[in-house]
């Protein structure tokens, strides 16, 4: 068994963040993680033409801004290289391949006894810690939905994280079920590399242009929640009018609080509503079931395909894992509400679990090294 006075749990920018502020402290501590590098999302599971939403400065860690030089939106391998520069600086040294199989709290010492396989050698390992500090990240375990008749396509299938770029689907007929952001680039990439794309469109949505979502979250430090939703939604009906026409609803609370609220958050707008418009992709209600290469959708409509790539999100599996948790939910997202919501009892806490982005992250890391630090 190996001591140290805090483990972290996930090796993503929240993790990376945490250990940065318990460094800051002098605080020993380990950071385990499934995968075999740092930010895996970034690094092994997302698509070429990825950008960071925001402008850069709503997308960077504390105490380590962006370089002048990068882009306002800065590309996935340009954050990937930040990331690497942060560990470098934060002289930050995770564990990988380690699956966290067990976390739970001994009554007895007071401390957290986390059980991890080693990927590598098939051995199991031991941690002992007085703080644990789950930042495993929003998007960990990719979801793909139970859909009647799957199992008969005769085509591709596969979930989002195993898509870079659309070179090899020319001409053919391309399903993306699923539309919050990455659904829609991945749509547009596609359409832009000659795919004839369709994309699934389920519930009601918010589309907002790129620049007004930085502007968005700027103005929440000045202006109520709501005053800045009812601006992002005159400023969507002005730039893109009536989107009903083009099979596109628009949602009835707004982009920020849903975000918030529901984790369902705002399309901001690369490109692909530009595409939807001119009809190089295709709007499509919830998908029902498939018959073969057909796909049967909510409005009795149905259309062959060649290939299926679910955008649908991702689920968290700490609950499998973490015993005596009384601060995550049965989704795997902090239950404890702000400003609150980053710690819970017997030296737990989470970082990055609260769909509060970068900074988010930041300001979640900052508090737990804080506290670890008064309690020591």
């Known amino acids: 068994m190996e001591d140290k006075v805090a483990i972290i749990v996930g090796a993503g920018p929240s993790g990376l963040a945490a250990s940065a502020c318990l460094n800051l402290h002098s605080i020993p501590h380990i950071i385990l993680d499934r995968e075999d590098c740092f930010a895996s999302l970034w690094q092994r599971y997302s698509y070429d033409r990825l950008h960071l939403h925001l402008k850069k400065r709503f997308s960077q860690l504390l105490h380590f801004p962006h370089p002048s030089s990068f882009p306002s939106y800065i590309p996935k391998d340009q954050f990937i290289q930040y990331l690497n520069d942060f560990i470098s600086h934060f002289n930050i040294s995770p564990l990988y391949n380690r699956l966290v199989e067990s976390a739970s709290f001994d009554q007895e010492i007071k401390k957290w006894t986390v059980k991890a396989k080693n990927v590598n050698s098939g051995e199991d390992e031991v941690y002992s810690a007085r703080f ?10 990719p979801f793909v939905p139970d859909v009647e008749g799957l199992g008969s396509f005769n085509g591709e299938v596969f979930h989002s994280t195993k898509y870079k770029n659309g070179k090899a689907y020319r001409d053919k007929n391309v399903l993306v079920v699923g539309s919050g952001n990455s659904g829609m ?192």
């Open 132 to 141: 644990l500090i789950v930042a495993t990240g929003e998007a960990c375990d």
């Open 185 to 376: 680039e991945i749509a547009l990439d596609l359409a832009n590399h000659g795919a004839k794309t369709s994309i699934v469109v389920r519930s009601p949505v918010h589309i907002i242009p790129r620049e007004m979502a930085s502007l968005g979250l700027a103005m929440l430090k000045y202006f109520s929640l709501r005053f800045v939703d009812s601006l992002l939604v005159l400023a969507s009906k002005i730039v893109y009018g009536d989107m009903s026409k083009y099979g596109i609803i628009r949602a009835t609370e707004g982009p920020f609080f849903s975000a918030f609220a529901y984790g369902k958050y705002p399309i901001i707008n690369t490109g692909t509503f530009s595409k939807i418009k001119s009809g190089e992709i295709q709007v499509l209600p919830a998908l029902e079931s498939i018959r073969g290469n057909e796909a049967v959708f909510k409005n009795g409509s149905s259309h062959s395909f060649d290939t299926i790539i679910f955008c649908t999100a991702f689920k968290r599996s700490t609950s499998q894992w973490l015993k005596d948790d009384n601060l995550l939910n049965e989704n795997g997202l902090s239950k404890v509400k702000y400003p609150n919501h980053w710690k819970g009892e017997n030296g737990l806490y989470c970082v990055g679990l609260s769909r509060g982005g970068f900074n988010g992250a930041s300001r979640d890391a900052q508090n737990a090294a804080n506290d670890i630090k008064s309690l020591l």
